[in-house]
């Protein structure tokens, strides 16, 4: 059975602002048209009820001309959604890939229903997956992929594409490796203050979202008591005359103004929702700083190798042991090796170190790519959350203020209303 959502939200737009380079969202439109459900059988051959998301595209080209093309569109599910952004994660490890709407609510307020199929949430939920095709579209690097180019234009057979690529057996070993134990001896200091940034960011933006909660749940209660106002000025019109007319006015304005909370907390939730998008984005900025680690722990542990097979080598060719070891030890019991011995073993580590020069050399310039592409695009990431948070925060308190006056407003009109009794 198909349930279209009504619910409107307010579409956030992404603006294109590579420089640099061309991006998909230059030559493409995309969106996120609407949501459905859908009844199926699962992994497990059981029964799921789940959503599915409609994105529709065409060539700006086209709009720009003033065609209206019917767009090429496909319908997708929010796993794969996720399959994507994994990809990307794996394939791109120093850019700030942009983060999925929540799958569950978080930090709602408590007359806000949290499950996951319920129509408001699910709308939102479209919006904030249109938001991230548009994020990662106006992406110099991401937007070019051809498997992001797939996943909005192929509906069969994208995923065995997108699996052919080994990206899952990446994401696995590195996931072991960044969750291993390791400390860097000569970490960067920049990446080291963006991490601790990230963390705390991270917390204050939580906090926020708690606070907001808590406000609109004492502002729902406002409202509705004003419910209550409107109730009792229509009761007593009942059995007043002279004054019947005037409370009767003055509890229209009162039941008016209870209604529209719902609208205004609706409203509120499109700027939480903007807020929570960095509250996850914190998530891949710090990853990608956990990525940097890795990498100087990689060049580190190869310098510290070669470093260990220069000091044989010295020990091998002078015949002296600096320090203890299970060689020195084995000498001393069991007499010196033959020059026979020696020089096999000389001509083992000689090819040992050729190779482990080649692999700092390799690291090495690995990491300073790294470093490079890393940081540039944490840049361009501050740039674009600097801009977002100051509009959206600018934009939460004109709504805001707003409100009041029409708080304002309509105690205005009731005092109206009780001068004319």
């Not at 029964?47 to 998301?53: A, D, F, H, K, R």
């Not at 990689?298 to 510290?304: D, N, R």
Request: glycine residues 4%; aromatic residues 10%.
């Amino acid at each position: 059975m198909k349930v279209h959502v009504v619910v409107k939200m307010k579409r956030k737009r992404v603006k294109d602002r590579d420089v640099c380079g061309t991006t998909l969202l230059k030559t493409m439109e995309i969106n996120v048209a609407e949501a459905e459900k859908r009844t199926g059988k699962n992994a497990v051959n059981m029964l799921e009820t789940y959503t599915v998301y409609l994105i529709e595209t065409r060539p700006v080209d086209t709009v720009s001309e003033g065609i209206s093309p019917t767009p090429d569109s496909l319908w997708r599910r929010y796993s794969e959604f996720e399959i994507l952004r994994n990809y990307l994660l794996v394939t791109y490890p120093f850019v700030v890939v942009p983060p999925l709407p929540e799958k569950r609510a978080e930090f709602v307020w408590h007359k806000l229903s949290a499950d996951n199929m319920d129509p408001d949430f699910v709308e939102r939920r479209r919006v904030g997956l249109e938001n991230f095709l548009l994020r990662v579209a106006s992406h110099t690097a991401l937007s070019n992929d051809k498997i992001f180019f797939t996943f909005l234009t192929e509906e069969n057979g994208w995923k065995e594409i997108v699996f052919e690529t080994g990206f899952q057996a990446k994401a696995d070993s590195r996931l072991k490796a960044l969750n291993a134990t390791f400390r860097v001896k000569n970490p960067d200091k920049r990446f080291a203050e963006m991490k601790h940034y990230g963390d705390e960011l991270q917390s204050v933006i939580s906090q926020l979202l708690r606070v907001r909660a808590r406000v609109a749940d004492r502002l729902y209660g406002v409202y509705k008591v004003h419910g209550n106002y409107g109730r009792v000025f229509s009761e007593w019109s009942a059995i007043e005359k002279e004054m019947g007319d005037g409370l009767q006015s003055a509890g229209h304005h009162m039941d008016a103004y209870a209604a529209s909370v719902d609208d205004i907390l609706e409203e509120e939730e499109h700027y939480a929702d903007q807020l929570k998008e960095y509250l996850f984005y914190m998530d891949s900025l710090k990853a990608v700083c956990r990525k940097h680690e890795l990498t100087q722990f990689e060049l580190e542990m190869a310098a510290q190798d070669l470093s260990s097979k220069k000091q044989q080598r010295e020990e091998l060719a002078t015949g002296t042991v600096r320090t203890f070891s299970l060689k020195g030890m084995t000498s001393k019991l069991f007499g010196q090796e033959t020059p026979e011995q020696r020089e096999a073993k000389m001509k083992v580590l000689e090819e040992q170190i050729q190779e482990g020069e080649e692999e700092v050399k390799e690291k090495n310039s690995e990491c300073d790519e790294f470093v490079n592409n890393a940081w540039c695009d944490i840049e361009r990431f501050k740039d674009q959350k600097d801009h977002d948070l100051k509009e959206a925060l600018i934009s939460y308190a004109i709504m805001q203020i707003s409100m009041c006056k029409k708080g304002i407003q309509v105690w205005s009109n009731a005092k109206e209303c009780f001068n004319k009794m």
